[in-house]
T-cell receptor
Framework: NAGVTQTPKFQVLKTGQSMTLQCAQD?????MSWYRQDPGMGLRLIHY???????DQGEVPNGYNVSRSTTEDFPLRLLSAAPSQTSVYFC?????????????FGPGTRLTVL | GQQVMQIPQYQHVQEGEDFTTYCNSS?????IQWYKQRPGGHPVFLIQLVKSGEVKKQKRLTFQFGEAKKNSSLHITATQTTDVGTYFC??????????FGKGNQVVVIP
């Protein structure tokens, strides 16, 4: 099992560019989520999904889109990158269709927006 | 949104000493999870507490859940250099969202 994988590991964007952060898991987990981590701010939930075809907003969803067409994949799209989106992004998954289970985190994507 | 407060935010701990980190909520929690993140790494699950007053141990780590299910603590004894990192608590308020605290960054002094 590869667990939760994220690509790319590092990315530099210019303001206004769009891109997709990829997240995949091979554990057949129903619940997947995206967090951003900024210094001193902990982890803030962007979007989450309780199963294929179902997504919902988290604490800081503005400027991001998600979709969940398969159980395995949960990409995060930045529509028009802004410097405020410079952050480390983590994808996580858990086996149940809800939050009351161990969250397995991917290695993260370090994004810089110039 | 719902928040969990962690104190302290930073700790410098002498190797061999004990330390405790705390997590507090103003409302009752369904459960609480603890994670550890090494510098440059990703959060790794440590434990989940569900029952009021629950105490769980993992070697040198002791986790407690308050009787009112509004606070939790992590106590580490005989600190080692491998304990360096940031410890997060994360709470579920029963709405399918996990709210993370801001973390307690621990530096171990050899």
């Amino acid at each position: 099992n590869a667990g939760v994988t994220q690509t790319p590991k590092f990315q530099v964007l210019k303001t206004g560019q769009s891109m997709t952060l990829q997240c995949a898991q091979d554990m057949n987990h129903e619940y997947m989520s995206w967090y951003r981590q900024d210094p001193g701010m902990g982890l803030r939930l962007i979007h989450y999904s309780v199963g294929a075809g179902i997504t919902d907003q988290g604490e800081v969803p503005n400027g991001y889109n998600v979709s969940r067409s398969t159980t395995e994949d949960f990409p995060l799209r930045l529509l028009s990158a802004a410097p405020s989106q410079t952050s480390v992004y983590f994808c996580a998954s858990s086996s149940l269709g809800d939050i009351t289970d161990t969250q397995y985190f991917g290695p993260g994507t370090r994004l810089t927006v110039l | 949104g719902q928040q969990v407060m962690q104190i302290p935010q930073y700790q410098h701990v002498q190797e061999g000493e004990d330390f405790t980190t705390y997590c507090n909520s103003s409302t009752t929690l369904s459960n609480i999870q603890w994670y550890k993140q090494r510098p440059g790494g990703h959060p790794v699950f440590l434990i989940q507490l569900v029952k009021s007053g629950e105490v769980k141990k993992q070697k040198r780590l002791t986790f407690q859940f308050g009787e009112a299910k509004k606070n939790s603590s992590l106590h580490i004894t005989a600190t080692q250099t491998t304990d360096v990192g940031t410890y997060f608590c994360a709470a579920s308020y029963g709405n399918n969202r996990l709210a993370f605290g801001k973390g307690n960054q621990v530096v171990v002094i050899p």
